[in-house]
Nanobody, 126 residues
Framework: VQLQASGGGMVQSGGSLRLSCAAS????????LGWFRQAAGEEREFVAI????????YYTDSVKGRFTISRDAAKNTVYLQMNNLKPEDTAVYYC????????????????????WGQGTLVTVSS
């Protein structure tokens, strides 16, 4: 599956952005979809995932209550609504797909994600 992410940009602290990731094939019922991010000089980290039938979501602790992941089966698209953005949210955001779902203590196995989008830059100024 090919993924195309969009929606990044520059916002002030407290602002909002919505990221979108369009898949090349139907993913509902097939793939778990997720968002990850990588800040400059840091390792890629998990942000949020939504399971293949959209019945469960997981978030990293730092974004709980601020970010919402959702998926639209008809559009083969996964979204990440980001509210109350903080400078520490600045990163390149990547969407990814996995045919597996292995979660330990609320964190998915990153190596299970086999398809990745190209990344979209989010910059939050203070």
């Amino acid at each position: 599956v090919q993924l195309q992410a969009s929606g990044g940009g520059m916002v002030q602290s407290g602002g909002s952005l919505r990221l979108s990731c369009a898949a090349s094939i139907p993913t509902f019922g097939v793939y778990t979809l997720g968002w990850f991010r990588q800040a400059a000089g840091e390792e890629r980290e998990f942000v949020a995932i939504v399971t293949r039938r959209a019945d469960t979501t997981y978030y990293t602790d730092s974004v709980k209550g601020r970010f919402t992941i959702s998926r639209d089966a008809a559009k083969n698209t996964v979204y990440l609504q980001m509210n109350n953005l903080k400078p520490e949210d600045t990163a390149v955001y990547y969407c990814a797909a996995s045919s597996l779902l292995r979660v330990t203590k609320g964190v998915p196995v990153v190596d299970d994600f086999h398809s990745w989008g190209q990344g979209t830059l989010v910059t939050v100024s203070s």
